[in-house]
């Protein structure tokens, strides 16, 4: 690939993480104004998110003498979590950060230990209520995870690798027309993942605010201030992160340019969350004993991906 020539080898690499620690903000905007638009509303700025992280850091924190330290940590292990995930994610064909031999297997888990402690801080605070989100929170990611590494399992048998950065290298146009049916079905059952993992509709609706049908947003119910700030900034990078997974596996097709891989990568995000909002702007959240069906309808699809992969 193309680099400067002018600029250290290492530092192109820092480039995409940096980009997804700022502009990571910008997915929900986009998200939210595509939903005004369907709904013929003016809508939120795009900035929106900015405003309210400057907002929230500037405020104080309240905690409840009945909480512990877990109820603390959980905003900080989640933004920790999704920034090392970020690490490992390659962007527009640039290696990540962080690359080796089955780091697929580090990715699903570090997101993993961060949703782990959003669910003991909303237990922590003792309230069934947050018991209920955190009980459904941790049966739907349970489901999701058998489907993510479903679908990655067949990409990984049609590239030969167990890298991320390994897939996104070696996947081709010549990949997806020898292999097109298995790189479509995995990419749908990944589709569902990231609909899930990020709290979007059919699975969970982030604007919500009925109690019988909250997931995510019952468990942070009880933070506020710099945590809740967290909490929704680390929101949007895993948007950012899960997003740039999806790009390497879809986009086969990137130049020798540097700057313009960049530049189709982002294209791709943009394009993601207008489409996210154009199916939370046409369709309804699915009843809570519906999503299970989903989820394991995203599994068989990713099931016939490996079956036709091993074929």
């Given at each position: 690939?193309?680099t400067?020539?002018?600029?250290?080898?290492?530092?192109p690499?820092?480039?995409?993480?940096?980009m997804?620690?700022?502009?990571?903000?910008l997915?929900?905007?986009?998200?939210?104004?595509?939903?005004?638009l369907?709904?013929?509303?003016?809508?939120q700025p795009?900035?929106?998110l900015?405003?309210?992280l400057?907002?929230l850091?500037?405020?104080g924190?309240?905690?409840?003498?009945?909480?512990?330290?877990?109820?603390?940590?959980?905003p900080?292990?989640?933004?920790?979590?999704?920034?090392?995930?970020?690490?490992?994610?390659p962007?527009g064909?640039?290696?990540?950060?962080?690359?080796?031999?089955?780091?697929?297997?580090?990715?699903?888990?570090?997101?993993?230990?961060?949703?782990?402690?959003?669910?003991?801080?909303a237990l922590?605070?003792?309230s069934s209520?947050?018991g209920?989100?955190?009980?459904?929170?941790?049966?739907?990611?349970t489901?999701a995870?058998?489907?993510l590494f479903?679908?990655?399992?067949?990409?990984?048998?049609?590239?030969?690798?167990?890298?991320?950065?390994?897939?996104?290298?070696a996947?081709?146009?010549?990949?997806?027309?020898?292999?097109?049916?298995v790189?479509?079905?995995a990419?749908?059952?990944?589709?569902?993942?990231?609909l899930?993992?990020?709290?979007?509709i059919?699975?969970d609706d982030?604007?919500?605010?009925?109690?019988?049908?909250?997931?995510?947003?019952?468990?942070?119910?009880d933070?506020?201030?710099?945590?809740?700030?967290?909490?929704?900034?680390?929101?949007a990078?895993?948007?950012?992160v899960l997003?740039?997974?999806?790009?390497?596996?879809?986009?086969?097709?990137?130049?020798?340019n540097?700057?313009?891989?960049?530049?189709?990568?982002?294209?791709?995000?943009?394009?993601l969350?207008?489409?996210?909002?154009?199916?939370?702007?046409?369709?309804?959240?699915?009843r809570?004993?519906?999503?299970?069906?989903?989820?394991?309808?995203?599994?068989?699809?990713?099931?016939?991906a490996?079956?036709?992969?091993?074929r």
């Amino acid at each position: 690939m193309e680099t400067l020539s002018f600029i250290p080898l290492f530092i192109p690499l820092f480039i995409p993480p940096l980009m997804a620690i700022i502009l990571s903000p910008l997915i929900p905007g986009v998200i939210n104004r595509t939903k005004a638009l369907f709904g013929g509303r003016k809508g939120q700025p795009i900035f929106q998110l900015y405003y309210d992280l400057w907002k929230l850091a500037g405020k104080g924190a309240v905690y409840s003498r009945t909480t512990s330290w877990i109820f603390r940590a959980g905003p900080i292990a989640g933004l920790s979590s999704v920034l090392i995930a970020l690490t490992l994610i390659p962007f527009g064909g640039i290696r990540a950060l962080i690359a080796f031999n089955g780091d697929i297997i580090l990715f699903a888990y570090i997101l993993g230990l961060g949703r782990v402690f959003t669910i003991l801080a909303a237990l922590d605070t003792g309230s069934s209520f947050e018991g209920m989100g955190a009980s459904r929170e941790a049966q739907f990611s349970t489901l999701a995870e058998v489907t993510l590494f479903l679908g990655l399992s067949a990409v990984v048998i049609k590239t030969g690798t167990f890298s991320i950065s390994g897939i996104s290298k070696a996947l081709s146009l010549d990949t997806w027309t020898s292999s097109l049916a298995v790189l479509v079905l995995a990419g749908i059952s990944i589709l569902a993942v990231f609909l899930t993992e990020n709290c979007r509709i059919p699975v969970d609706d982030p604007n919500t605010h009925l109690e019988l049908t909250m997931i995510h947003e019952v468990m942070v119910l009880d933070h506020g201030g710099p945590d809740l700030a967290l909490i929704l900034y680390a929101g949007a990078l895993k948007l950012w992160v899960l997003g740039a997974l999806m790009a390497g596996i879809i986009l086969p097709v990137l130049s020798s340019n540097y700057w313009m891989n960049i530049l189709m990568t982002s294209a791709f995000l943009f394009i993601l969350s207008v489409s996210v909002g154009i199916i939370e702007s046409t369709m309804a959240r699915l009843r809570l004993r519906r999503i299970p069906q989903l989820l394991i309808g995203a599994s068989a699809t990713a099931v016939i991906a490996l079956a036709l992969a091993l074929r």
